[in-house]
């Protein structure tokens, strides 16, 4: 699996968690994104656990949410 650097993370809160998309940037140079439900107790901890364990999420759906306004 390549590393993966966080660029940008977008979360969102509700009744049931806390779930994030993070904008990454693979060692290759290659931008992907990526989705996951984290604890919301430590930002730095859940920014590292939604690079690593986050699951693909569309490109085009990832850039729609980084730059959208809020």
Known sequence: ???AKPLM???FAGQKG???IAKVQL???EIEYRIGAVDGFMEKMDVQQLVA???KFP???GEAVMTAKE
């Open 53 to 55: 364990w986050g699951v």
């Open 1 to 3: 699996m390549n590393e």
């Open 9 to 11: 993370v977008r979360w």
């Open 59 to 61: 490109a085009k759906a």
């Open 18 to 20: 806390i779930v994030g």
């Open 27 to 29: 060692d290759n140079g």
